[in-house]
């Protein structure tokens, strides 16, 4: 009886006293179907269940190990439907129009301003006040507008009054560079006198955008079981029964079996219950947003939400790059924009999560950095990059982390899904998965995993997946069962269902960022 470990668990192992063909487990298992998975002779078997495990630890992963380290969100309301908000990034505010009077200007002598000419700008806020001097444009080079009074609403925006400041206002003008709409400005000073009883009013609060969402479709499980199968439960050569799962604490590699401390349940369930975390992580990984149809008369429309590749792709800071033309320059780029103005340089940090041609080619980005810096590395650099000597030497030259001005301490972090069987077209080069790089979280307050900016969402009186079963004329718990029974329909045996309905959200897409390759087809 192997031992083997669920990817993603410690602390437990498991064996699976059982064997499988290359064909799908399905929706039904009958005498002949479970007749073709074992080669022994049939034995009478009285299941009788020690204790039904449903700890989803022991089918954990790396995905699922993140997102149950983040708080649920529980939907407390009658809908199901959520609302948050996040902060947006300031924006300056900027040139919607330039009205007809200041055209009239910039048609006839083209010097908006000379001499203390008044003239007027639409802008797209009322944050500056009366006696304000803002820059236009640029602080170092763009020319300073006195804000004679305060804004006047006027359709979508404000209407400003003001005049150029300027130490020769016969010879200065606005250039018309400085009017296009677009042009950002910014308060940098301000003119009160000793007689101005108007000071300046306080800036505009940071805004916030209001995201709205809703939970998609469930999902589930279901298989039937005769009860000729479930009398068919086979045993091996040694009298163990066959299609059974069982768990225990590792000790020294021994799985003991005993009634104390051995959990255990039947392999359909075991592999029902796997299957619907498996489903769960793809969902909340892959999953593309939209709508179904269902056929028929009710015609009912589905909706499907998106899962994190799909949410930072579409909304979040999303980066492409050729294929061969990944690099570090590449990663100060991204990450020295992203932190400018955001995070000080002293609490950067970036944690990418990839696949291992992620790894492949972050490696070769590291290596030529290093070596188109000049920098050249010896066999005798303290034992660092070439070990051993003669016929027996090694060649350790791989880097999986990078520190930076501009990135702080970048980090690659392997994330096992990202790995998982793909199709022809999702092969990249040496038949790997195409390099993604995904980054949950960027803040200063964050360790760079998704804790609490990617959630579970689930409704608060469904906190976790339902299960059960549907019994016919055979009890889910064995022969000794069906007798007296209250059956729910004639099939000669039962029906195991699962189902679940969650979701995954991102609270602030702004602190994610995805890195892919441009798909070659």
């Known amino acids: 009886?192997?031992?083997?470990?669920?990817?993603?668990?410690?602390?437990?192992?498991?064996?699976?006293?059982?064997?499988?063909?290359?064909?799908?487990?399905?929706?039904?298992?009958?005498?002949?179907?479970?007749?073709?998975?074992?080669?022994?002779?049939?034995?009478?078997?009285?299941?009788?269940?020690?204790?039904?495990?449903?700890?989803?630890?022991?089918?954990?992963?790396d995905f699922l190990d993140m997102i149950n380290k983040s708080t649920p969100y529980f939907i407390?309301?009658?809908?199901?439907?959520?609302?948050?908000?996040?902060?947006?990034?300031?924006?300056?505010?900027?040139?919607?129009?330039?009205?007809?009077?200041?055209?009239?200007?910039?048609?006839?002598?083209?010097?908006?301003?000379?001499?203390?000419?008044?003239?007027?700008l639409i802008l797209d806020t009322n944050e500056f006040s009366k006696n304000a001097i803002i820059s236009v444009g640029t602080r170092q080079y763009g020319p300073r507008f006195y804000v004679i009074k305060d804004p006047q609403l006027w359709n979508a925006g404000f209407i400003y009054?003001?005049?150029?400041?300027?130490?020769?206002?016969?010879?200065?003008?606005?250039?018309?560079?400085?009017?296009?709409?677009?042009?950002?400005?910014?308060?940098?000073?301000?003119?009160?006198?000793e007689f101005d009883q108007d000071l300046l009013g306080l800036p505009r609060l940071g805004e916030q955008i209001t995201m709205f969402e809703s939970l998609g479709s469930a999902y589930g499980y279901e298989h039937k079981i005769t009860e000729w199968a479930d009398d068919k439960m086979m045993r091996d050569a040694s009298g163990k029964p066959l299609d059974i799962l069982v768990y225990a604490p590792q000790r020294r590699n021994q799985l003991p079996l005993t009634r104390n401390d051995v959990k255990w349940e039947p392999f359909v369930e075991f592999w029902m219950r796997k299957s619907m975390l498996e489903l769960k992580v793809k969902r909340m990984i892959w999953a593309k947003p939209g709508t179904v149809k269902t056929n028929g008369s009710k015609q009912e429309l589905k909706r499907t939400s998106a899962g994190v590749y799909h949410r930072m792709r579409n909304n979040g800071n999303l980066v492409q790059y050729n294929r061969g033309e990944f690099s570090a320059n590449l990663i100060r780029s991204v990450f020295g924009d992203l932190f400018y103005r955001r995070v000080d340089v002293k609490d950067r940090r970036v944690k990418m999560y990839t696949n291992e041609a992620g790894f492949d080619v972050f490696q070769q980005a590291l290596k030529d950095d290093a070596l188109?810096?000049?920098?050249?590395?010896?066999?005798?650099?303290?034992?660092?990059?070439?070990?051993?000597?003669?016929?027996?030497?090694?060649?350790?030259?791989?880097?999986?982390?990078?520190?930076?001005?501009?990135?702080?301490?970048?980090?690659?972090?392997?994330?096992?899904?990202?790995?998982?069987?793909?199709?022809?077209?999702?092969?990249?080069?040496?038949?790997?998965?195409?390099?993604?790089?995904?980054?949950?979280?960027?803040?200063?307050?964050?360790?760079g995993s998704m804790?609490?900016?990617?959630?579970?969402?689930?409704?608060?009186?469904?906190?976790?997946?339902?299960?059960?079963?549907?019994?016919?004329?055979?009890?889910?718990?064995?022969?000794?069962?069906?007798?007296?029974?209250?059956?729910?329909?004639?099939?000669?045996?039962?029906?195991?269902?699962?189902?679940?309905?969650?979701d995954v959200f991102i609270e602030d897409l702004s602190r994610t960022v995805l890195i892919e390759e441009i798909p070659q087809f």
């Open 76 to 120: 407390d309301t009658n809908s199901d439907a959520w609302k948050w908000n996040i902060a947006v990034p300031y924006k300056f505010p900027k040139i919607l129009d330039v009205p007809s009077s200041t055209q009239a200007i910039i048609d006839g002598t083209g010097k908006v301003g000379i001499d203390g000419q008044e003239f007027e």
């Open 372 to 447: 188109n810096s000049g920098l050249t590395f010896t066999a005798d650099s303290g034992d660092r990059y070439m070990q051993g000597s003669g016929q027996n030497i090694t060649y350790n030259f791989a880097f999986d982390a990078m520190v930076t001005r501009e990135t702080g301490r970048v980090e690659l972090v392997h994330l096992r899904e990202l790995d998982l069987p793909q199709t022809n077209l999702e092969f990249g080069q040496n038949k790997k998965s195409t390099p993604v790089f995904m980054v949950f979280d960027v803040s200063p307050q964050s360790d």
């Open 161 to 193: 009054k003001f005049t150029l400041v300027s130490d020769n206002p016969t010879v200065d003008f606005v250039n018309t560079t400085f009017l296009a709409v677009g042009t950002e400005l910014e308060l940098v000073d301000a003119a009160i006198g």
């Open 451 to 502: 804790i609490n900016n990617i959630r579970e969402v689930r409704m608060k009186g469904a906190p976790s997946m339902t299960w059960g079963y549907i019994d016919g004329t055979r009890h889910h718990l064995g022969f000794a069962k069906s007798q007296g029974m209250s059956s729910a329909n004639k099939f000669p045996g039962y029906e195991l269902w699962m189902k679940d309905r969650c």
């Open 1 to 61: 009886m192997a031992i083997q470990t669920i990817p993603g668990l410690t602390g437990f192992t498991y064996a699976r006293v059982a064997s499988m063909d290359k064909r799908a487990v399905g929706k039904l298992t009958d005498s002949n179907h479970l007749e073709s998975f074992h080669s022994s002779e049939p034995a009478d078997y009285d299941k009788k269940i020690i204790s039904l495990y449903t700890q989803s630890s022991l089918y954990s992963n």
